[in-house]
């Protein structure tokens, strides 16, 4: 199907594993997006790619790994989950150029026990 | 970093009745997008401004950008229970796109 696929929808994992959230397109955006969802927080950016191995940095990075050795694909890793890291992650990818919105996925909500 | 402030956070209304939510910030922006996000979903795009004094109006829903690029509003005229969600305004001043996001107005559409 065409668009933007998040998965899982939702995943529990205990404190202190390796978890990845995957994030798939199929518009060969060259930006894509990841952002955290928190009560009193907002949408928060994460990490950001503006085209195959090309990352970097947003607003809350810390505890993340991101990866893009494909257009389409832009996985999240949590490399040691914390109970702070319990939050619904959000994908996105946008054209270049010109005044385009953001695509979203549907989201995954993880829960860190 | 850039803020946006919403107001109000919260709102519940009647079928029928007109409302405005308001973006506003300190930082003048080069365009402002409206999102509109329901439960267990992601945002949405709705519209992007562009031009100080801009007015777009989609069906029932009127976006207008402030003359000095600095604040926005969303008038919804006779709102119905398929309105409700919740409204986000985001903006970007800088490259690479990345968007700013405020924490949003939660609109309820009582029938």
């Known amino acids: 199907d065409a668009g933007i696929t998040q998965s899982p929808r939702y995943k529990i994992t205990e404190t202190g594993r390796q978890v990845t959230l995957m994030c798939h397109q199929t518009?060969?955006?060259?930006?894509m997006f990841w952002y955290r969802q928190d009560l009193g927080h907002g949408l928060r950016l994460i990490y950001y790619s503006a085209a195959a191995d090309i990352t970097d940095k947003g607003e809350v990075p810390d505890g993340y790994v991101v990866s893009r050795s494909k257009t389409e694909n832009f996985p999240l890793t949590l490399e040691s989950a914390t109970r702070s890291q319990t939050s619904v992650y959000f994908c996105a990818s946008r054209f270049t150029g010109g005044d385009y919105g953001y695509t979203f996925g549907s989201g995954t909500r993880l829960t860190v026990v | 970093t850039q803020l946006l402030e919403q107001s109000p956070q919260f709102l519940s209304i009647q079928e029928g009745e007109n409302l405005t939510v308001y973006c506003n910030s300190s930082?003048?922006?080069?365009?402002l997008q409206w999102y509109r996000q329901e439960p267990g979903e992601g945002p949405v795009l709705l519209v992007t401004?562009?031009?100080?004094?801009e007015v777009k109006k989609l069906k029932r829903l009127t976006f207008q950008f402030g003359d000095a690029r600095k604040d926005s509003s969303l008038h919804i005229t006779a709102a119905q229970p398929g309105d409700t969600g919740l409204y986000l305004c985001a903006a970007s001043g800088g490259s690479n796109y990345k968007l700013t996001f405020g924490k949003g107005t939660l609109l309820t559409v009582n029938p």
């Open positions: 518009w060969s955006h060259s930006y």
């Open positions: 930082s003048v922006f080069s365009s």
């Open positions: 401004v562009v031009t100080g004094g």
